[in-house]
T-cell receptor
Framework: AQSVTQLGSHVSVSEGALVLLRCNYS??????LFWYVQYPNQGLQLLLK??????LVKGINGFEAEFKKSETSFHLTKPSAHMSDAAEYFC??????????FGAGTRLTVKP | DVKVTQSSRYLVKRTGEKVFLECVQD?????MFWYRQDPGLGLRLIYF???????EKGDIPEGYSVSREKKERFSLILESASTNQTSMYLC????????????FGPGTRLTVT
């Protein structure tokens, strides 16, 4: 079955350090890819999306992600973590129907 | 500004009760979705709808039903609530098409005792 995998259910970084959250998808056909963020007791908010226009996608709050077809990856990065980035992050994909599939999520902790 | 609202943020029900979760969107979106979110499992699709009076089962429809009588409103119904349905329920909507993201409501945290 087509799916999306997020490596690492918890990631902890120091404030100011690089943030790297990993996402891999399984498909021979490049999908459409999304990253969402969820702050405590809130719904999901879109960070960025890849729709085949450009492989490096910039999103809100300084986040960006690069689509790498050869690695079937869409990792999320931010050069310098801020305390306000602490949240849960979800990678999601849409394949050839309207069905969006979510990864299990990665909880990001930012230490002062 | 796009908006998806859910009728309750927190809900406590007893086993066997019939539970209604309401979702309303003001963006005139064709697609609407109900997910449940559990730790370590991400979001799992319960039901979705592409149009009024239309519904499709997702991955975990057992124990749930839905209703979409108007375009802007999508209701999730637990016919007889059970403790294993204690979860966070998220509603979302989107326009049709593969490149469109889903817009999410704030969620309803349901506890069944």
């Amino acid at each position: 079955a087509q799916s999306v995998t997020q490596l690492g259910s918890h990631v902890s970084v120091s404030e100011g350090a690089l943030v790297l959250l990993r996402c891999n998808y399984s498909s021979s056909v490049p999908p459409y890819l999304f990253w969402y963020v969820q702050y405590p007791n809130q719904g999901l908010q879109l960070l960025l999306k890849y729709t085949s226009a450009a492989t490096l996608v910039k999103g809100i709050n300084g986040f960006e992600a690069e689509f790498k077809k050869s690695e079937t990856s869409f990792h999320l990065t931010k050069p310098s973590a801020h305390m306000s980035d602490a949240a849960e992050y979800f990678c999601a994909v849409i394949y050839n129907n309207n069905d969006m599939r979510f990864g299990a999520g990665t909880r990001l902790t930012v230490k002062p | 500004d796009v908006k998806v609202t859910q009728s309750s943020r927190y809900l406590v029900k007893r086993t066997g009760e019939k539970v209604f979760l309401e979702c309303v969107q003001d963006m005139d979106h064709e697609n609407m979705f109900w997910y449940r979110q559990d730790p370590g499992l991400g979001l799992r699709l319960i039901y979705f709808s592409y149009d009024v009076k239309m519904k499709e089962k997702g991955d975990i429809p057992e124990g749930y039903s839905v209703s979409r009588e108007k375009k802007e409103r999508f209701s999730l119904i637990l016919e007889s609530a059970s403790t294993n349905q204690t979860s966070m329920y998220l509603c979302a909507s989107s326009p049709p098409g593969l490149t469109y993201e889903q817009y999410f409501g704030p969620g309803t945290r349901l506890t069944v005792t």
